[in-house]
């Protein structure tokens, strides 16, 4: 698989000026240019759009997302929109969001589609995409950033020369710029639920731009390591740029994460006999929607956090279960966190104090064999913390004030119990 391949009609120059001149209008009311996004959002995702409405100088869908005006951060004057995207307005008091700009070259729907078809594109498939609007890339794939996944937009090239576009593109495709560069700027990468990172390149000959925009502030550091990755200098204005959202991968998950029960993935339902665990990929609750309920409700889905409307907020945790015979089964499985428990989680995050926080949530997973025994069993969480390569180690559940769960957690139990016919016994040397 590649990057989704799009060339739209519009086009964004870089910060400085070395672009075209572009048209001599002035800028459009704040709602005019939200009309022309919503309409090109329409045309990128059909259906994705229904029910959204003004609500002041926003946009706002009746399933949570958001999208309005930031500050100015370029100074790029009457072409230059700086937007915020909020994929859920109801995750309270500090809304998630991300930020990118468009600067207006041909027309302003000409900018309004190219930000539709890079940000706006991540929005939906965060939100709603499932692998249909955007890409996903796991840690590990071929253009996933290490340590973190990921949903890219793809790589977008634009200029009077439809030769020129697929070079540059072609270029940024194949020197995978993302995983080439990841290095220098996954440390900054703070956000828990996700960080918007854009990619630009291009320019006139003798005056090229090498950007790369982390939460939509200019990184030195990546910017230049673009710069040196040797790309082509167009022989006529010609830029490419993509946009990806970088979202936290839970620590361990690729070592632990298997399909045994029907978790989900693919990998046949064969354990890791020297490391077995079972990956839950839905609360229980949110499990018991049908699909078209659960389409409607969830409005976040980072894969280490969910919020679905009506129903709560749910963090994925570690449950390690001790084997009689030195092995421990990790099971990630999920908690309710009421709302001022994530937000104090989501606030600690940013602040750095996040590990050996210690707080309480209901657990939200049936675990064989003990099965829904343990639903809302209430739990001691902790144990968390930043690892070397920025991801956020899970919450283990530590403890419980559930009879059935503290037993779980503190006696060792048979092999052949907790495992079923699942798995071999570990492997020797």
Not at 85 to 100: G, M, N, R, T, Y
Not at 129 to 136: F, L
Not at 189 to 212: I, T
């Amino acid at each position: 698989m590649s990057w989704i391949r799009r060339r739209p009609r519009a086009a964004e120059p870089p910060t400085e000026p070395t672009t075209p001149d572009g048209p001599g209008e002035g800028r459009l009311p704040d709602r005019d240019f939200l009309a022309l996004l919503r309409d090109a959002l329409e045309e990128v995702a059909p259906g994705s759009t229904a029910g959204v409405r003004f609500n002041g100088n926003s946009l706002l869908s009746p399933r949570g997302w958001a999208i309005a005006f930031a500050p100015d951060g370029h100074g790029g004057g009457d072409r230059h929109y700086d937007l915020i995207a909020f994929p859920d307005v109801s995750i309270q008091p500090e809304v998630p969001c991300f930020v990118d700009c468009v600067t207006v070259v041909t027309t302003p729907r000409d900018a309004a589609l190219l930000w539709a078809r890079s940000a706006g594109s991540c929005l939906l498939e965060l939100v709603d995409g499932h692998g249909r609007i955007a890409e996903r890339w796991g840690p590990s794939e071929e253009h996933g950033v290490p340590g973190w996944r990921s949903i890219t937009a793809g790589v977008l090239a634009y200029g009077p020369s439809d030769q020129e576009n697929l070079r540059l593109q072609d270029a940024l495709l194949e020197v995978d710029v993302l995983r080439e560069i990841a290095d220098t700027f996954t440390a900054d990468l703070e956000s828990p639920w996700f960080n918007g990172v854009r990619v630009f390149y291009g320019g006139v000959p003798g005056a090229v731009e090498a950007e790369v925009r982390v939460n939509g502030e200019r990184h030195e550091a990546a910017s230049a390591a673009l710069a040196a990755l040797g790309l082509p200098e167009p022989t006529v204005f010609t830029v490419a740029r993509s946009f990806t959202l970088v979202l936290p991968v839970d620590s361990g998950q690729q070592q632990h994460e298997h399909a045994a029960g029907g978790c989900g993935c693919d990998c046949g339902g064969t354990l890791d006999p020297d490391h077995p665990g079972f990956a839950h990929p839905l609360p229980h609750l949110i499990a018991e929607l049908s699909p078209a309920e659960r389409a409607e409700r969830v409005t976040t889905d980072t894969g280490a956090v969910m919020v679905a409307r009506g129903v709560g907020n749910f963090l994925k945790v570690r449950l390690p279960i001790r084997l009689d015979d030195g092995r421990t089964v990790i099971h990630l499985a999920w908690v309710y966190l009421p709302a001022d428990v994530i937000e104090d989680y989501t606030r600690r995050v940013h602040d750095g104090t996040l590990a050996d926080h210690r707080f309480e949530g209901l657990f939200c997973n049936a675990i064989e064999p003990w099965g829904d025994e343990l639903l809302q069993a209430r739990v001691l969480l902790g144990g968390q913390r930043i690892e070397a390569d920025g991801s956020i180690r899970l919450s283990d559940v530590l403890d419980s004030e559930h009879p059935l769960l503290a037993r779980v957690l503190r006696e060792s139990w048979p092999a052949a119990l907790v495992l079923g016919d699942h798995a071999p016994g570990p492997s020797r040397p």
